[in-house]
């Protein structure tokens, strides 16, 4: 079955001629250049606009596709129509030709853009194709040596796969990605938008292979396979810089991986980006613009913390400031600011380099993450002391960074003279624009967000349905989800007194107008950015 989609200048019968034999390609070598302009008399098509006929893929070799970047589109008539985006393409098109015993016939496209759907259309078949027998790889022991580990590592179709995980990872835009060995599979899952995804799974034999060529481009003990192993791996991919931070631990069924991406050519978001409402963001924005004082972000990993922080300094930078950080690891490079990498293995610590940063005359520090009773003591001497301090927490809610700080041993007048404000957040995925659709929710739903019906019927409950763009998970991209609690001159005082993290939040609730992370989510549900399903995977209930 042919794509609808397919060019409309392009009939049946539509020049050029199938290709079949060598004299077709005369015309395209006399051209000048080796680029597509010596092809541009073919027809052109867009990729992003046109999906090929998936059942052509079993026609064309995939190691052959993937060699010489044609992608197989649709049969036209007795033709077999391929994208090619170069004139060396065109030549291999010749070949498909005499291959398949069929007229080829070639369409002009872009080049990245077939390479992409190469990848995404041939992976499986790449996969099946890797060798078959059961000796094919040899089973790692204790005793492997190290020449034969190596010999595995490189192997075309090892690094081959390898090089299509990272850039599928990349293309899905996944934050991580997971090697899982179990007891007759290998899974590799990624995690997209907060949530894992099965995307393949690997022949089980050769899961080791895998694992040591990380190993490799990650620099480390390709023979320590005993011990876990942190690593760091620099990628060129798409003409993007990736940096992948690589962990490898022993597990009953052999070694797993998981692969933190970094990618540096993202664009920062801006403070107004994040998705805090509108008094949310005003408060927040005049709390980092204060002259001195500390302000946490709290949450749980991955919940968008470094981002608000980047987006703060980004908001309060100016060329008369200066700012400087110290990071584990330094994710984005932020110009006019200076960013230091924590290295415990010789001593940089985040209270070693704190130390050391409160003598280099800043204005604004950020510090990665208040770990210890040591840095968060350097962190509040810093603040009393005339710097605006920015750091993050892991704790559930906005008032539990108090207690959180006296549980580590702080004074609880160093805390409460230090803190000017903390502000929790989370990240739940956004409604899908393409296929997000009115909706209707029972009265419990709405109850376990306290929507009334009043404010269901005049809000705009939507959700997404399911398309090729999410997915089919009716969710695409995430916003973030704020509690902003403000520390005043009753909050001190309780927080001298020792008063409980609920006091203080009942306190902030009743007194400041604080909107807990439910209420934020209330008002995404109903301005029809994401559902109650999703807001309570992220924000556990309030008590009152």
């Known amino acids: 079955m042919r794509s609808s989609s397919r060019p409309s200048d392009a009939p049946e019968d539509s020049t050029p001629a199938p290709y079949g034999n060598g004299d077709a390609l005369a015309g395209a070598h006399s051209g000048t250049g080796n680029g597509a302009s010596s092809i541009s008399w073919l027809p052109t098509i867009d990729l992003a606009e046109t999906q090929p006929d998936p059942t052509i893929i ?29 004139v060396e393409a065109l030549k291999a098109a010749d070949d498909l030709s005499v291959l398949l015993s069929m007229p080829v016939k070639a369409y002009l496209a872009d080049a990245a853009i077939i390479r992409e759907r190469i ?13 078959a027998e059961e000796g094919a790889y040899t089973e790692i022991d204790e005793s492997t040596d190290l020449a ?57 034999r050769m899961h080791a292979a895998i694992v040591s060529r990380l190993k490799i481009l990650g620099e480390m003990n390709i023979a320590e396979r005993r011990l876990p192993q942190d690593g760091r791996i620099r990628l060129q991919i798409a003409g993007r810089q990736i ?107 985040f209270a070693n380099g704190l130390r050391s940063i409160v003598r280099q005359d800043p204005d604004i520090i950020m510090v990665g993450e208040i770990r210890d009773h040591e840095t968060a003591e350097i962190a509040i001497h810093a603040a009393l002391t005339g710097h605006l301090v920015f750091s993050t927490l892991h704790t559930n809610d906005a008032a539990g960074a108090v207690t ?72 695409r991209r995430r916003t973030g989800l704020f509690e902003f609690f403000l520390v005043d001159e009753n909050i001190r005082r309780m927080t001298v007194e020792r008063a409980s993290a609920s006091a203080m939040k009942q306190y902030a609730v009743d007194h400041q107008g604080m909107r807990t992370l439910l209420g934020d989510g209330k008002l995404a549900v109903l301005a029809g950015k994401t559902t109650i399903e999703e807001v309570l995977r992220v924000a556990q209930r309030e008590d009152f």
């Open 58 to 86: 079993e026609r064309v070799p995939a190691g052959f596709a993937l060699q010489n970047q044609i992608l197989p589109l649709w049969m036209e008539g007795a033709s077999l129509a391929v994208a090619i985006g170069t």
């Open 119 to 131: 990848e995404e259309r041939f992976i499986e078949e790449i996969m099946a194709g890797l060798p």
């Open 148 to 204: 034969d580990l190596q010999k595995m590592a490189g192997e075309t179709a090892v690094v081959q796969m390898v090089n299509l995980v990272f850039a599928q990872a990349v293309r899905d835009s996944a934050s991580d990605i997971h090697i899982e060995p179990y007891e007759r599979e290998v899974k590799v899952r990624y995690r997209i938008d907060g949530m894992l995804h099965d995307v393949m799974r690997p022949p089980k």
């Open 243 to 349: 940096d992948v931070r690589v962990s490898i631990v022993p597990t009953v069924y052999g070694e797993r991986a998981v692969m933190r991406i970094l990618d540096k050519s993202t664009a920062m978001l801006g403070l107004n980006e994040l998705g805090m409402v509108g008094d949310t963001f005003e408060k927040f924005r005049r709390l980092i613009r204060q002259p001195h004082g500390i302000i946490l972000v709290t949450g749980p990993t991955g919940s968008g913390k470094s981002t608000t922080l980047y987006a703060s300094l980004q908001e309060i930078y100016s060329p008369t400031t200066n700012i400087l950080t110290i990071e584990d690891p330094v994710e984005y490079q932020v110009p006019g600011i200076g960013q230091i990498q924590v290295r415990p293995n010789i001593g940089l610590t």
């Open 404 to 475: 959180r700080l006296l549980d580590m041993g702080v004074e609880p007048y160093l805390a409460a003279s230090s803190l000017i404000g903390v502000v929790a957040q989370r990240l739940v995925r956004q409604n899908c624009l393409n296929c997000a659709q009115p909706t209707e929710e029972t009265d419990d739903a709405l109850r376990s967000l306290g929507i009334t019906r009043e404010e269901a019927e005049s809000g705009r409950l939507m959700r997404g349905v399911g398309c090729d763009k999410c997915q089919g998970t009716g969710y």
